[in-house]
């Protein structure tokens, strides 16, 4: 046995449910900001077999992929109800959503801090705890500063004409980092794919471009989608190897980081280039009062069903 290799669940009806349950939600994470699939997977204890499973696809891969097919599944339909629900919800009341899963993501933050539980406070965990925090958020208000000050944010613009584009242009060769920094949301543990594009700006282009009109119109937006996809694959497999072999030699000290990371999207959440559009609007016409309340209302919401849900799977721990 290899010193990284980890033991992969033995599907019964009720855990299979629960991985697709799992994908459900790392699919809704593409598009919902404030979700992370990492998170779920960690309180439904699955978080360390799921990182060893896509490490190793190619290296075990009956195994892994076996372990992994309920998870692609359920990715699937949480991508098809994200994009046929959430989105069009996005569009109609984007702050009232953003609060509903910024209150997910709040309300399931235990379940990742609880991993620091007992560990020794050092300066190195101190440092990359901080620098947790303050790294989303400077890119989400980063991503604001820029939209104020530019009419057109590097991002998928859907104004901009593709066809004038080359297939080694600037902005497709910048959708390979961007793929590989959305690959790492899907494996570390409070960060949202969502969220992360929320605060580089590209969110509202990107899903916007998902259409058939559009595609019919910029038929080389494709380019950058394969682009989002290389880059994608290539973070996948390599992170969660380095994540793997981390965990295992420095657990606490990564898991700084990363607790970390997860407070600070939440924070990002509410300064970013999209959101700014919100409070641009309200600072027009006036803070609508009945937005505002019910965006407050689904963030109580969304707290205390994730705790709850947190509070279920680790007493469910505690007796197994």
Known sequence: MSEYEIALIKYTKKTWGKSALLGVFIGLAVIVPGISGSTVAIIFKLYDQF????????????????????IGLGMLLGLVVGFLGVKSLLEILPFAVVCLFAGLMIGAFPA??????????TPLRIGLFVLGVLLPVALGVFSAWRLSRTPMPLSLNPVVDYNKFTSVSFRTLLC???GYLLAMTQIVPGLSASALLMSLGWFND??????????????LVFLNYISLGVGFLTGLFTFSKILTILFNKARHTAYSMIVGLSLGSILSMFFNADILAVYVDWFANGVPALDVALGLGLLAVGVALSYALVRYELKKGKEE
């Open 176 to 178: 390979l980092p961007v």
């Open 112 to 121: 990742v801090s609880v991993e620091l539980k007992g560990a020794k406070i």
């Open 206 to 219: 990107l899903m916007n471009s998902v259409s058939f009109a559009f595609w019919t119109k910029y038929p």
């Open 51 to 70: 990182l060893y499973a896509i490490g190793n696809l190619f290296k075990d891969f009956k195994r892994c992929f076996k372990f992994l097919l309920p």
